[in-house]
């Protein structure tokens, strides 16, 4: 890599960080013009999406560059999450992510065999010391790939601030063509309390759009009682790809003066499950529609709303009229507005708010004990945002656990009784969480004491289960005897059909060499220009082990000559 100067390296340290976001510093990560998959801030499982997804043409292998000179100063690779990731601090106190990445530049993919051979691991995280590894502004440090939690090729680009914050990297002066306007897809009134309704109705009410010529939507009259919130739902399409996308700002208005107002330029990944607060959780749960609420209800403390009055709350009077005015923008300013107009009554509530009640009733400020039967639960404080009943049952070794339409922002713990269970078979059982062809699926158990114990975030059906059985090894490019020396790669599919895949392990003549596990694939692959091997006889062996312990053995020889 070229050299920096050393000033360079002394301003990271020592530098002054400017209030001005720069607009000409970062570049591109990719060749060609910037085409998003997926934007800032857009609203996914449990979080919100903290850069920008590059399009890579469905490929990998794509020169991914640094956007800015600095120095690298964390390197990543897990199975799930990010993949392959690399971090680059700047001079002007920025850093710059890359993710997904199928490899490293020489440099750095060299740097990296040798930290995970001398571990021993394929997953590890490294943090080279401050100008062991310096990069240049449009210097190639990667390939884009598929690697991790990405559901197809794509590069996952950040900027974060000095404090780790994701920041839009729209906002540094980088462009994606965008000439279309946000796509609106629900709106829902939401009567707040039980002496409020909309038409008669104290619940939650999906309104009736009418688009008009020039693109914005009228809804349907409301005649309204009490306090409303509104919610919307809402996609981004940019002009280069058909991604449904996030949008970048909803601002709303009550007879011209604004209420409430969201932007989305950063947030700390300490709040992004806070997401879940913003939403219709139940809805989305329910009927896959994921709506924004346009107002702040209790815990929720989420950064990224700019204005409010009244938490965006309205409050209507009998015999008022207001004009409640939507405004949805894109980064580019791509406009679309929503008109809803308003009728304060006091008309009585023909269909009071629906609630489930049940004997369990949790506050979200306290702490909550359940047990019956083999099974305990411990719901603590903040796990919730809302008092709320929940039904909770056991039926023999299976816990009811409420229904997922209820987010839950803390562990809760799950514990059940091993009392019975003698020691040597209390190795292979694990609580499981039931998905909803009621498959059970391994949750991370550990035993303390004479429990078994989980915490989850999730709702939802729980069973104790046992995994007796080993994981699978298939080798897929070789066999016993054969020779590899015109192959690169050595290729093996390893499963588990329970508990599933915790670790693994190959050598070669006694030797430790690296694979690289793909979970989406089951694939296991050894890179033989890594030149571990180098004899012409190699005895292979490979230890598989899934979450409770069983383990399956796989030995074989095969033959290789070294060709290049």
Request: proline share 4%; aromatic share 12%.
């Given at each position: 890599?070229?050299?920096?100067?050393?000033?360079?390296?002394?301003?990271?340290?020592?530098?002054?960080?400017?209030?001005?976001?720069?607009k000409?510093?970062?570049?591109?990560?990719?060749?060609?013009?910037?085409?998003?998959?997926?934007?800032?801030?857009?609203?996914?499982?449990n979080?919100?999406?903290?850069?920008?997804?590059?399009?890579t043409?469905r490929?990998?292998?794509?020169?991914?560059?640094?956007?800015?000179?600095?120095?690298?100063?964390?390197?990543?690779?897990?199975?799930?999450?990010?993949?392959?990731?690399?971090?680059?601090?700047?001079?002007?106190?920025?850093?710059?992510?890359?993710a997904?990445l199928?490899?490293?530049?020489?440099?750095?993919?060299?740097?990296?065999?040798?930290?995970?051979?001398?571990?021993?691991?394929?997953?590890?995280e490294?943090?080279p010391?401050?100008?062991?590894?310096?990069?240049?502004?449009?210097?190639?440090?990667?390939?884009?790939?598929n690697?991790?939690?990405?559901?197809?090729?794509?590069?996952?680009?950040?900027?974060?601030?000095?404090?780790?914050?994701?920041?839009?990297?729209?906002?540094?002066?980088?462009?994606a063509?965008?000439?279309?306007?946000?796509?609106?897809?629900e709106?829902?009134?939401?009567?707040?309390?039980?002496?409020?309704?909309i038409?008669?109705?104290?619940?939650?009410?999906?309104?009736?759009?009418?688009?008009?010529?020039?693109?914005?939507?009228?809804?349907?009259?409301?005649?309204?009682?009490?306090?409303?919130?509104?919610?919307?739902?809402?996609?981004?399409?940019?002009?280069?790809?058909?991604?449904?996308?996030?949008?970048?700002?909803?601002?709303?208005?009550v007879?011209?003066?604004?209420?409430?107002?969201?932007?989305?330029?950063?947030?700390?990944?300490?709040?992004?499950?806070?997401?879940?607060?913003?939403?219709?959780?139940?809805?989305?749960?329910?009927?896959?529609?994921?709506?924004?609420?346009?107002?702040?209800?209790?815990?929720?403390?989420?950064?990224?709303?700019?204005?409010?009055?009244?938490?965006?709350?309205?409050?209507v009077?009998?015999?008022?009229?207001?004009?409640?005015?939507?405004?949805?923008?894109?980064?580019?300013?791509?406009?679309?507005?929503?008109?809803?107009?308003?009728?304060?009554?006091?008309?009585?509530?023909?269909?009071?708010?629906?609630?489930?009640?049940?004997?369990?009733?949790?506050?979200?400020?306290?702490?909550?004990?359940?047990?019956?039967?083999?099974?305990?639960?411990?719901?603590?404080?903040?796990?919730l945002?809302?008092d709320?009943?929940?039904?909770?049952?056991?039926?023999?070794d299976?816990?009811?656990?409420?229904?997922?339409?209820?987010?839950?922002?803390?562990?809760?713990?799950?514990?059940?009784?091993?009392?019975?269970?003698?020691?040597?078979?209390?190795?292979?059982?694990?609580?499981?969480?039931?998905?909803?062809?009621?498959?059970?699926?391994?949750?991370?158990?550990?035993?303390?004491?004479?429990?078994?114990?989980?915490?989850?975030?999730?709702?939802?059906?729980?069973?104790?289960?046992?995994d007796?059985?080993?994981?699978?090894?298939?080798?897929k490019?070789?066999?016993?005897?054969?020779?590899?020396?015109?192959?690169?790669?050595?290729?093996?599919?390893?499963?588990?059909?329970?508990?599933?895949?915790?670790?693994?392990?190959?050598?070669?003549?006694?030797?430790?060499?690296?694979?690289?596990?793909?979970?989406?694939?089951?694939?296991?692959?050894?890179?033989?220009?890594?030149?571990?091997?180098?004899?012409?006889?190699?005895?292979?062996k490979?230890?598989?082990?899934?979450?409770?312990?069983?383990?399956?053995?796989?030995?074989?020889?095969?033959?290789?000559?070294?060709?290049?």
């Amino acid at each position: 890599m070229r050299s920096l100067f050393i000033l360079f390296f002394i301003l990271v340290s020592g530098i002054v960080f400017c209030q001005e976001i720069p607009k000409n510093y970062f570049v591109n990560p990719l060749d060609g013009a910037m085409i998003i998959a997926g934007t800032f801030g857009e609203l996914r499982s449990n979080h919100f999406h903290s850069g920008l997804d590059l399009k890579t043409e469905r490929r990998e292998g794509l020169p991914v560059y640094a956007s800015a000179s600095g120095i690298v100063t964390r390197i990543k690779i897990s199975h799930y999450g990010y993949g392959k990731a690399i971090y680059i601090l700047h001079p002007n106190g920025y850093t710059t992510v890359y993710a997904h990445l199928k490899n490293f530049c020489p440099e750095i993919e060299d740097y990296v065999k040798a930290a995970q051979y001398k571990k021993e691991s394929f997953e590890i995280e490294l943090f080279p010391t401050q100008g062991e590894l310096r990069v240049s502004k449009g210097e190639i440090i990667a390939y884009s790939g598929n690697t991790g939690g990405s559901a197809g090729p794509h590069l996952h680009f950040e900027i974060r601030d000095k404090n780790a914050r994701p920041m839009n990297p729209l906002l540094f002066g980088l462009v994606a063509k965008d000439t279309r306007k946000p796509i609106i897809q629900e709106l829902i009134a939401y009567p707040i309390g039980n002496q409020s309704a909309i038409n008669k109705d104290g619940n939650p009410t999906s309104l009736r759009l009418t688009q008009k010529k020039d693109g914005n939507y009228q809804a349907e009259s409301v005649n309204a009682t009490g306090t409303l919130g509104f919610a919307v739902g809402t996609i981004d399409q940019l002009d280069l790809a058909n991604n449904k996308n996030g949008i970048y700002s909803i601002t709303t208005t009550v007879n011209g003066e604004t209420n409430f107002e969201i932007k989305m330029n950063k947030f700390s990944f300490a709040e992004t499950r806070y997401l879940n607060r913003m939403i219709d959780y139940g809805l989305y749960k329910d009927k896959r529609k994921r709506v924004q609420k346009l107002f702040i209800e209790k815990n929720n403390p989420l950064s990224i709303y700019t204005k409010e009055k009244d938490n965006g709350l309205l409050n209507v009077s009998n015999g008022l009229s207001y004009q409640y005015h939507i405004s949805l923008k894109d980064f580019e300013g791509n406009e679309t507005k929503i008109t809803i107009p308003i009728t304060g009554t006091n008309d009585s509530i023909l269909s009071p708010r629906k609630i489930k009640e049940t004997e369990d009733y949790v506050y979200s400020d306290q702490g909550y004990s359940f047990n019956e039967g083999k099974f305990e639960v411990y719901i603590p404080k903040g796990a919730l945002y809302d008092d709320t009943f929940i039904n909770l049952t056991v039926s023999g070794d299976k816990l009811f656990l409420h229904e997922d339409v209820v987010p839950v922002h803390k562990n809760i713990i799950v514990s059940y009784d091993l009392s019975d269970y003698k020691e040597d078979d209390r190795e292979k059982l694990y609580l499981g969480r039931h998905n909803w062809k009621d498959d059970i699926y391994y949750v991370r158990s550990r035993i303390v004491g004479d429990k078994l114990q989980i915490g989850t975030r999730t709702f939802g059906t729980y069973s104790l289960a046992k995994d007796t059985a080993p994981p699978k090894i298939e080798p897929k490019n070789f066999k016993k005897g054969k020779w590899m020396s015109k192959y690169r790669y050595l290729t093996l599919k390893i499963s588990d059909q329970d508990s599933g895949i915790k670790g693994y392990r190959a050598t070669v003549n006694g030797k430790f060499i690296l694979l690289e596990y793909d979970p989406k694939t089951n694939i296991l692959t050894h890179d033989f220009n890594d030149g571990i091997i180098k004899d012409v006889k190699n005895d292979f062996k490979l230890v598989v082990t899934d979450n409770v312990g069983n383990s399956a053995i796989f030995e074989t020889t095969f033959f290789r000559k070294d060709i290049r």
